[in-house]
Antibody, heavy 122, light 108 residues
Framework: QVQLVESGGGLVKPGGSLRLSCAAS????????MSWIRQAPGKGLEWVSY????????KYVDSVNDRFTISRDNSKNSLYLQMNSLRAEDTAVYYC???????????????WGQGTLVTVSS | DIQMTQSPSTLSASVGDRVTITCRAS??????LAWYQQKPGKAPKLLIY???SLGSGVPSRFSGSGSETEFTLTISSLQPDDFATYHC??????????FGQGTKVEIK
């Protein structure tokens, strides 16, 4: 069955860095676009970034541009989010999600991980 | 960037009620809209994609409609398991994705 498992969250000081990972299993990872989405405590969902199946197409929400970097390693079935210059407003649960369907207009997210909490505080 | 506005923010309803949630886009998104259900402490679950297509394993009491800038999610007969927060999301393969602010469906 499809599984997405995030890791790497934790407490970090403002200005610090963190790298999130998402381990995928149960499907052909290299066929799918993947996204990161975050949810601040008590707030709604915010899409953060997506990466194409080959890794050549990437897009970010404006608020993280130049600070966050999405990447993937298809040989390891893994998705990453490198987060630099972290701010208090980046505090959130971060989810990875699979974009669906393949071969058509995609962007709906059919499988999500359980999320990993990132807390930015001094 | 495309903005998504959901209404209402909170909805109080009883088991058996017909419930409708609206999502409006700041510009046309054709039919590239998804709906998700989220329960506290859990990841969202895909209910509807392409505005009106039912996700895998989703009960038929859920339905979606609309196009261009106005969309609705309808629950035909609210069940106890349906009390949750619902999110809409616009997408188009190569553009940004945007979520609405969410609608909490609570027990009346």
């Amino acid at each position: 069955q499809v599984q997405l498992v995030e890791s790497g969250g934790g407490l970090v000081k403002p200005g610090g860095s963190l790298r999130l990972s998402c381990a995928a299993s149960g499907f052909t990872f290299s066929d799918y676009y993947m996204s990161w989405i975050r949810q601040a405590p008590g707030k709604g969902l915010e899409w953060v970034s997506y990466i194409s199946s080959s890794g050549t197409t990437i897009k970010y929400v404006d608020s993280v541009n130049d600070r966050f970097t999405i990447s993937r390693d298809n040989s390891k079935n893994s998705l990453y989010l490198q987060m630099n210059s972290l701010r208090a407003e980046d505090t959130a649960v971060y989810y990875c999600a699979r974009e669906w369907p393949v071969g058509s207009t995609h962007g709906a997210m059919d499988y999500w991980g359980q999320g990993t909490l990132v807390t930015v505080s001094s | 960037d495309i903005q998504m506005t959901q209404s209402p923010s909170t909805l109080s309803a009883s088991v058996g009620d017909r419930v409708t949630i609206t999502c409006r886009a700041s510009q046309s998104i054709s039919s590239w809209l998804a709906w998700y259900q989220q329960k506290p402490g859990k990841a969202p679950k895909l209910l509807i994609y392409k505005a009106s297509s039912l996700g895998s394993g989703v009960p038929s009491r859920f339905s979606g409609s609309g196009s261009e800038t106005e969309f609705t999610l309808t629950i035909s007969s609210l069940q106890p398991d349906d009390f949750a927060t619902y999110h809409c999301q616009q997408y188009n393969s190569y553009s940004s994705r945007t979520f609405g602010q969410g609608t909490k469906v609570e027990i009346k």
